[in-house]
């Protein structure tokens, strides 16, 4: 049997360790952009869906589409780097958490992860296709 240990904490002190965590908004940043990093140079997936990204939004500069959707597209690749970032944090935790040993509900929350990033990546490629193919056909059409 597992023992959990209950806090007894109030608020105001988990507030104040926060602070001493991250003492202002420029360490807050750092740590931000270290979790970032992390996931950039460890998880080839994170790399993938910034290359995708950043090809999405570039195609959308030359074909020089809207702001509206630009911005459609720039929140939906966003959001697909959000959760893999997200995966990646639980997937960490679970490890951790399990010391690496095969668990049922480790498996689910790891394929759970995975399957919001999944799904948020074909909702992104969706929404690039529906913005990005018509105005790119018109152009090779007129090329031709």
């Not at 965590?21 to 997936?45: D, E, H, M, W």
């Not at 959001?79 to 639980?90: G, Q």
């Not at 919001?116 to 929404?127: G, Q, R």
């Amino acid at each position: 049997m597992t023992k959990t240990i209950v806090s007894t904490s109030q608020p105001k002190d988990l507030r104040n360790l926060a602070w001493q965590v991250a003492p202002n908004l420029f360490l807050s940043f750092k740590y931000a952009i270290a979790g970032v990093c992390y996931a950039f140079l460890t998880q080839r997936n994170f790399r993938i869906h910034t290359i995708i990204g950043t090809l999405a939004i570039s195609l959308g500069l030359f074909l020089q589409i809207t702001a509206v959707e630009m911005s459609v597209i720039a929140l939906t690749c966003a959001s697909v780097m959000v959760l893999e970032l997200l995966n990646t944090a639980i997937e960490s935790v679970v490890d951790l958490t399990v010391k690496q040993t095969y668990h049922e509900l480790a498996k689910i929350a790891k394929d759970c992860a995975a399957g919001a990033v999944f799904i948020s990546a074909i909702a992104a490629v969706l929404v690039a296709s529906f913005i990005l193919l018509p105005p790119l056909l018109r152009l090779i059409l007129s090329i031709s």
